[in-house]
């Protein structure tokens, strides 16, 4: 066949990745952070064999709860069929498997449907969660693909941040004039006449700008602004809005300062907020012309970066979250100007984070919708998010 398959290096692999995954086992922390503790405890393990281990684990998260009846080697190959083209595992474990591996995605889980009693469902146990607004089946066969990494050009710079990947010979995908993907895992970071050049922001993060207008002079509210990425892309496109950013975390405000003063703005107002808390302790009764509110939320539309929430992710935490998002959004609204728009942002695919929430805030609030779409990253290799657009009344 061509190929030179060494058992022993693979079953090493594969006790690797049952070391890890046992130790992971019952965690309820991002899978990466524990990664990285883990390689800190076994500096033994060469580059190669992270970068094995890493794939292995990732691969066998994407399979949620498909195959739950097999063995753990079973799944982690079926895994592997299905997210790679080519397997060592596949081809001593699942052999049978090992001739169609070079089959696009879709074939392979059709294949699977009809040879071995796949259930694309499976992969993602609240489908029925899911917004109908949602392509099921596209946005669930996306799962196996690593979403890329997307970066958004400063407009001053773009001609010379696209000449320099060029003539570094780094493969990239124009989106738009602004707007590049790469493979993920390549490193901008390391290429130091990039730096300030770029911030990397996911391509559906980017579109959310379509939902907001703002004129000269207006008060806006980024009112979860975390590390501060839509509200660069907002002053981007509207540098002369007086803005206010806030988030109950001072770490993270101070990440944003830094992001903030290497893109050379000086000029907004910064705020510790708890929105669960009465506002009108920092705010008073100030209201502003617009709102930004990216709500806390189960990031469902970002797991295909975060495969391990498909496996840990408990229902009743759709319900909390869902409240959640009911009790901030009543403490926003009291803030917003008659006549206002309030942007309603999720990185979920769940309607009850959503359109239920859309619905509180029409018919609690005071508010009417303006427009409200999934901005589906799914058919782009991209985070998947909801927006929505509402004025007060």
């Given at each position: 066949m061509g190929i030179e398959i060494s058992e022993k290096r693979t079953h090493f692999q594969v006790r690797t990745f049952e070391r890890i995954l046992a130790g992971y086992a019952g965690l309820r922390v991002p899978f990466a952070r524990y990664l990285t503790q883990f390689f800190k405890e076994n500096k033994q393990m060469g580059s190669k064999d992270r970068r094995n281990a890493s794939r292995l684990c990732y691969n066998y998260f994407r399979l949620g709860?498909?195959?739950?009846?097999?063995?753990?080697?079973?799944?982690?190959?079926?895994?592997?069929?299905?997210?790679?083209?080519?397997?060592?595992?596949?081809?001593?474990?699942?052999?049978?498997?090992?001739?169609?591996?070079?089959?696009?995605?879709?074939?392979?889980?059709?294949?699977?449907?009809?040879?071995?009693?796949?259930?694309?469902?499976?992969v993602n146990i609240f489908a029925e969660e899911i917004s109908p607004s949602i392509a099921l089946d596209a946005y669930l066969t996306n799962q196996f693909q690593q979403p890329d990494l997307f970066i958004r050009l400063k407009k001053s710079s773009a001609s010379r941040v696209k000449a320099y990947l060029k003539a570094e010979d780094i493969t990239f995908h124009e989106i738009d004039a602004y707007t590049l993907a790469f493979k993920n895992g390549t490193s901008l970071q390391a290429h130091k006449p990039l730096e300030g050049l770029f911030e990397v922001q996911d391509l559906s993060s980017q579109q959310t700008i379509s939902f907001m207008q703002a004129s000269p002079r207006e008060n806006w509210w980024d009112a979860c602004a975390a590390s501060g990425g839509k509200a660069l892309l907002f002053l981007d496109h509207f540098p002369q809005v007086n803005l206010l950013v806030s988030d109950v975390r001072m770490s993270i405000l101070k990440?944003?300062?830094?992001?903030?003063?290497?893109?050379?703005?000086?000029?907004?107002?910064?705020?510790?907020?708890?929105?669960?808390?009465?506002?009108?302790?920092?705010?008073?009764?100030?209201?502003?012309?617009?709102?930004?509110?990216?709500?806390?939320?189960?990031?469902?539309?970002?797991?295909?970066?975060?495969?391990?929430?498909?496996?840990?992710?408990?229902?009743?935490?759709?319900?909390?979250?869902?409240?959640?998002?009911?009790?901030?959004?009543?403490?926003?609204?009291?803030?917003?100007?008659?006549?206002?728009?309030?942007?309603?942002?999720?990185?979920?695919?769940?309607?009850k984070e959503n359109e239920e929430v859309v619905a509180y805030i029409e018919e609690e609030l005071g508010f009417t919708r303006e427009k409200m779409s999934y901005l589906a990253g799914y058919k782009q290799q991209a985070d998947t998010m909801f927006i929505a657009r509402l004025i007060k009344k």
């Open positions: 709860h498909a195959f739950d009846g097999a063995t753990l080697v079973e799944r982690l190959a079926m895994a592997e069929y299905l997210c790679e083209s080519q397997s060592d595992i596949v081809y001593i474990y699942k052999p049978e498997l090992y001739d169609t591996m070079s089959l696009p995605l879709v074939e392979k889980i059709a294949y699977l449907k009809e040879h071995a009693d796949f259930q694309l469902s499976a990440n944003l300062d830094e992001r903030f003063a290497n893109a050379g703005i000086r000029n907004y107002r910064k705020r510790i907020i708890d929105l669960l808390a009465d506002t009108s302790e920092v705010l008073g009764a100030e209201q502003f012309d617009g709102v930004i509110l990216d709500a806390p939320c189960s990031g469902s539309g970002t797991w295909g970066r975060t495969p391990e929430q498909l496996s840990i992710f408990r229902k009743e935490q759709l319900t909390e979250f869902a409240t959640l998002q009911k009790n901030i959004v009543t403490n926003v609204a009291k803030h917003v100007k008659k006549g206002a728009p309030l942007i309603y942002i999720t990185c979920s695919v769940f309607a």
